[in-house]
């Protein structure tokens, strides 16, 4: 499909292990963008990277939390040592340009017992 | 301090009533506001801008910078209009979005 994908779906995983979430974006989407949403919070804000220049992660939140966005297309969301703060749904979304215009994938559920 | 309020997590209403989803933002500058809709069991995606001044499904918003405001309305709400509403908005900071706690709209037959 032509949308932005995300693997897994689900993960469940123990307190303390590392996890890595993936995201396809969209093709030509020069922009791409990680969210998390969680009861309570809402929707936030995480990571942000636009073609070549740095990252704006001044939504990550903690060092525990790390991204990485390879050849300007496929991205990864690495998660160490797990909490159980940390279930949500991670979502991530694409854009042609970096505006407020997003495509979004369908999330990572992810659980930590 | 950069801030989206939705003050109704819960708007119930009949078909063919009106409806308005309320949205207030707090920004220091000129930023871009958005509505996206998330239907049941489908992804988040963007229903309007506030640039564009259009109508999508019938659904307007206006911006409304003195009282900071970019509320949702629609004047005869359908059953297939049910689903959770985020109001949104995107800085001058490469346009990652600042959202809303939400909205679930509930439109009864």
């Known amino acids: 499909g032509a949308g932005v994908s995300q693997s897994p779906s689900n993960k469940v995983t123990e307190k303390g292990k590392d996890v890595e979430l993936r995201c396809d974006p969209i093709?030509?989407?020069?922009?791409l963008y990680w969210y998390r949403q969680s009861l309570g919070q809402g929707l936030e804000f995480l990571i942000y990277f636009q073609g070549n220049s740095a990252p704006d992660k001044s939504g990550l939140p903690s060092d525990r939390f790390s991204a990485e966005r390879t050849g300007g297309s496929v991205s990864t969301l690495t998660i160490q040592r797990t909490q159980q703060e940390d279930s949500a749904v991670y979502l991530c979304a694409s854009s042609l340009v970096g505006d407020g215009s997003q495509h979004f994938g369908d999330g990572t559920r992810l659980s930590i017992l | 301090a950069q801030r989206v309020t939705q003050p109704e997590k819960l708007l119930s209403v009949f078909k063919g009533a009106p409806v308005e989803l309320k949205c207030n933002y707090s920004y220091s500058g000129s930023p871009e506001l958005f509505w996206y809709v998330q239907y049941s069991r489908q992804r988040l995606q963007l229903l309007l801008r506030?640039?564009s001044r259009e109508s999508i499904k019938g659904f307007t918003a206006d911006l409304n910078k003195g009282e900071t405001s970019f509320h949702l309305k629609k004047p005869f709400a359908q059953e297939e209009d049910s689903a959770m509403y985020y109001c949104a908005l995107s800085g001058n900071q490469g346009g990652k979005l600042i959202f809303g706690q939400g909205t679930e709209l509930s439109v009864k037959p």
């Open positions: 093709s030509g989407h020069t922009a």
């Open positions: 506030h640039i």
